[in-house]
């Protein structure tokens, strides 16, 4: 009965487990996370034979609590070696809840886990472009390392074995997609696009200064 009063006035509150405890759950997930914590440190690594305890553990947390922040930045980061799959879908999960919409490092760690686990294939690198821009829309002011993993990941997309005109053609596209607008620094989600790009073109002929399309590129930058 407490659950369902709770739904009225709490819509979100569907996300949590049907458990009966009398709507009693985030009270739950507090005592399950110290739970976790002292699991955790008794542990000398997450490894394949303790995995699947980790993630249930961690499961549990954000099933009575779909809002605890820290228990999947922790959780996913916890057992994103041994499953990195798992650990993106973990992260998912959280990125898709309403709550948690201003949270951009939760999709950075999404991203970050697509693009280091060791199976950045096509459709990972792909995936991962998503989360990193999701992760720069949400941040108000986005970190450097932020930017920089989601231009690499797009630079990377593009399968040129040239990774300095891989990033300028990313660079040139984010800029000749906004060149028409007066205002480019705030029409970009890029938030230093002309100082990047004009370092990217600057870099590239003078390390490829014969390249026809780094040339071509940049003359039409500068």
Same mark, same amino acid.
């Given at each position: 009965y407490m659950h369902e009063e709770q739904l009225k006035q709490m819509p979100y509150r569907d996300l949590e487990s049907k458990a009966p405890?009398?709507?009693f759950h985030?009270?739950?997930s507090d005592i399950d996370w110290m739970f976790v914590i002292q699991y955790m440190g008794?542990?000398?690594?997450?490894?394949?034979?303790?995995?699947?305890e980790v993630i249930k553990r961690f499961e549990k947390i954000v099933a009575y609590d779909p809002n605890f922040e820290n228990?999947?930045?922790i959780g996913a980061m916890s057992f994103s070696v041994e499953e990195p799959e798992k650990a993106v879908a973990f992260l998912e999960k959280a990125c898709d809840n309403p709550q948690l919409k201003n949270n951009w490092k939760l999709p950075f760690y999404a991203g970050f886990i697509l693009t280091h686990s060791g199976k950045d294939t096509p459709e990972n690198v792909k995936k991962a472009i998503g989360f990193y821009e999701m992760a720069i829309k949400r941040s108000p002011t986005p970190e450097m390392y932020v930017v920089n993993s989601y231009l690499r990941a797009r630079a990377k997309a593009m399968g040129i074995n040239n990774d300095k005109l891989a990033m300028l053609k990313v660079?040139?596209?984010?800029?000749?997609?906004?060149?028409?607008?007066r205002e480019i620094?705030?029409?970009?989600? &890029?938030?230093d696009i002309n100082?990047? &790009?004009?370092k990217a073109a600057q870099e590239a002929r003078r390390?490829?200064?014969?390249?026809?399309? &780094?040339?071509?590129?940049?003359?039409?930058?500068?």
């Open positions: 405890i009398g709507g985030k009270f739950a008794g542990l000398k690594s997450v490894s394949k034979e303790n995995v699947d228990a999947y930045q660079l040139y596209k984010e800029w000749k997609k906004n060149s028409g607008m620094e705030t029409a970009s989600i &890029i938030p100082q990047r &790009i004009l390390e490829f200064p014969t390249d026809k399309e &780094i040339l071509e590129a940049s003359e039409s930058i500068m």
